[in-house]
Each structure stands twice: as structure tokens, then as C-alpha cells.
């Protein structure tokens, strides 16, 4: 063992960093990005916002970002259930807001849970801040409820735990399926000395008539419903993810995060992109149609994809997940290996990357 390995925190050795491929390939479907660019109209809005706050740079930035949070607020409350910009946290993406969480509400001796397969990074950033992760279980496989998990076994492995964070993906990465409000709030109620995280990251691309835990939000101050902009938004490369929760569970925040957090450019950017929401929203629906295709095409292949509510499809019935991976590569094609064994994650690119894809995975699996 080295110094370093040695002065290293014992809860840290032996872990591997975050790693999803960046490799140059013609089609790049593997980290659930949009496949399409910022319009040229909303490109122009975001340079002349950076440009109007770049001679102030030698300034701090709004450590409340406050016009930021009134128009997550305003954006939020157009599904119907009002928010408040009191409500409303923002960070350097959806992980960072995550980190916030785990920094106010884990810790040495304490617990978060998380219902796996889920976002693989849950349990990476709780490791960061010391707190034991615990693996809560979904379903094996099954036709009717794939990798689902009920009511009843959601509320019986919470007491069991007795967490003190719950995390809830909906809809779940990677299997791309939504939870009902029925889990969500027997969850929060099975678990009176924890925060509840419902990450909604794929929430524009559910299907219609699926709920969003934001309705719940009232009266349930321990909720929190965390947001991105790098999805439906097409902005992953500008890092800004949020959350809705009870005030005061915000004012908690406000104890862990790093004074000045949010940078002036980076509030620029993310308001330019709010002031156009239809315009950056309005991919969603032709992303939501190849989702669809690729359900519907990859069942034609004799393969068995998971029903979608976010803008990927997880696909099972794969001899060997990591071979056809390698083999898609091979004709550049970049999607997921999750880690589950004869299935590979695959994101809902343009039509042109929808059928480079069926194409490339024909002739693998001939």
C-alpha cells in the first residue's frame, strides 16, 4: 500500500472513480444526452448573457441566485402545482443538489437506501460524504413488472433499514420505469427519520398520465423532488440540475453548500435557456417517438426492451451484454453496459441514430 493509499479515508480504498466512456464515435447514444444542438436563436440569447455579466466577473455572483430560482419556480409550477422560489435549490447538475442532500441529511453513522438497478451514482455520491449506502432490491426480471418494485416490499425493506435518506428514482435509471404516488408516499411515511428523494431527471419524457412525486409535495416536508436541465433541456454540458423541497428543508441547504456555488455564467446560460422552455422542449416529443421505435423494433428482433418513461430503453435478451457492446462499437455505436447481465442501455437519439443503431445491432446479432 502507498502513502496515499494508506492516508486515504478506509471507507474510499479500493473504489473506482465515475466512469462512462467519452470515446469519438459517429453515434454517441450512451449517457442519455440529447442529440440535438441548442438552436441557434437560444445559442445567441446565452452569448449575449454571458457577454452582459462578463465585465462584472470580478464580482461574486448572486450566492442566492435568485432570478434563477424564480424562473425554476415559474418553469415547475407550469405542470400545475404551484411552487415558490422559496422552494427551489440549484446546483452544478443534479449531483451536486444530491451532494447537498447527503451533506445536510447523511454522514458518518448514518443511512441512505436506494432500490437497485438505480442511478449509479446515488451510491457513489453517498460514499463521498461518509454515510452507508444499503442496497434496497427490485424485482429479477419479469414480463409484467420488469426490475418493478411494489408497495409492500418498498415499505417493508425501509423499516427494515430505518434510513435515514431514501433515494427513489422515477423514472429509474437505467430501466426507465416510473413509480406510483401510492410507493412514494407509503415510503415517506414508513420512514419518519428521513429525507425522501424522488430524482425525476427523465420526468419531461414520461408518458402521458404518469404522476410526478411534485404533487405530493405539500404537506410532506421531508420530500424532495430533484430536477436537470441536461436532459429534456438538451444542456448537459451546462451543469445545472435543482430540486423542490419545503423551505426550511432549503434553509438546511443553504448549512453545506460552498459560498458563491452557482457561477454568474452559469445562472446566464441556464435563464437564457429558461426564457426559451418551448423552444428547448420541443425536441422532447420527437425523442419520445424513438423511444417508442426502438420498443417496438427491438421486440421485432427477438429481444425483450423495458416500456420507457425517459428518453433511453433498457433492452434484455442478450447472449452476452458485453460482446454485443463491443461488437456495436465496432461499427460506432456507443450506448450502456449497465452492469445487468444480458442487457445493454441504449439512448433515443435522432431518427438517423435511431436506425444507425437497429442496423448495426442486426448485423451483431447475425
Known amino acids: 500500500m ?33 442529440s440535438y444542438a441548442v438552436p ?7 452569448v449575449s448573457a454571458v457577454r452582459a455579466v462578463a465585465p462584472s466577473l470580478n464580482r461574486y455572483p448572486d450566492r442566492e441566485f435568485t432570478k434563477l430560482r424564480t424562473a425554476l419556480a415559474e418553469y415547475l409550477s407550469r405542470s400545475g402545482t404551484p411552487v415558490s422560489p422559496g422552494q427551489v435549490w440549484a446546483g452544478n447538475g443534479s449531483n451536486e443538489v444530491l451532494l447537498h442532500v ?56 425501509v423499516r427494515d433499514v430505518a434510513p435515514n435518506v431514501v433515494f427513489l428514482c422515477s423514472p429509474n435509471n437505467p430501466t426507465g420505469t416510473a413509480l406510483s404516488l401510492d410507493l412514494v408516499t407509503a415510503v415517506y411515511d414508513a420512514a419518519p427519520d428521513a429525507v425522501v428523494v424522488v430524482d425525476e431527471a427523465y420526468a419531461e419524457f414520461a408518458r402521458a398520465g ?6 405530493v409535495l405539500g404537506g410532506h416536508p421531508r420530500l424532495v423532488v430533484t430536477r436537470t436541465m ?29 459560498p458563491y456555488h452557482l457561477s454568474a455564467p452559469t445562472q446566464a446560460i441556464a435563464l437564457a435557456a429558461l426564457r426559451h422552455t418551448d ?25 425483450v426492451p423495458v416500456p420507457s418513461d425517459a428518453n433511453f430503453v433498457l433492452v434484455g435478451g442478450l447472449d452476452d451484454a458485453h460482446r454485443t457492446w463491443q461488437a456495436l462499437l465496432g461499427h460506432g455505436i456507443l450506448v450502456r453496459d449497465v452492469g445487468i447481465p444480458h442487457h445493454l442501455r441504449v439512448t433515443a437519439g435522432t431518427p438517423e441514430e435511431t436506425t444507425a443503431f437497429l442496423g448495426a445491432l442486426k448485423e451483431v446479432l447475425a
Open 102 to 157: 447527503l451533506q445536510a441529511f447523511g454522514g458518518p453513522d448514518r443511512v441512505a437506501l436506494g432500490f437497485t438497478p438505480a442511478y449509479s451514482m446515488h451510491p457513489v455520491i453517498t460514499a463521498t460524504t461518509g454515510t452507508r449506502w444499503v442496497d434496497g432490491h427490485r424485482h429479477a426480471w419479469d414480463a409484467a413488472a420488469p426490475f418493478d418494485v411494489t408497495v409492500a416490499e418498498a415499505v417493508a425493506q
Open 210 to 215: 404518469t404522476p410526478s412525486a411534485l404533487t
Open 279 to 303: 423552444e428547448m422542449l420541443a425536441t422532447v416529443d420527437v425523442i419520445r417517438e424513438q423511444r417508442d421505435r426502438l420498443v417496438m423494433e427491438l421486440r421485432g428482433l427477438g429481444l
Open 2 to 34: 502507498s502513502d496515499l493509499e494508506r492516508l486515504v479515508r478506509p471507507d474510499l480504498r479500493g473504489r473506482t472513480a465515475y466512469g462512462a466512456p467519452q470515446l469519438d464515435v459517429a453515434v454517441a447514444l450512451n449517457v442519455n444526452e440529447s
Open 230 to 258: 441536461s436532459k429534456a433541456f438538451a444542456l448537459a454540458g451546462g451543469r445545472l440540475g435543482y430540486l423542490a423541497a419545503d423551505a426550511s428543508l432549503i434553509d438546511i441547504l443553504r448549512l453545506v453548500r460552498m
Open 40 to 46: 441557434a436563436d437560444v445559442v445567441e440569447d446565452m
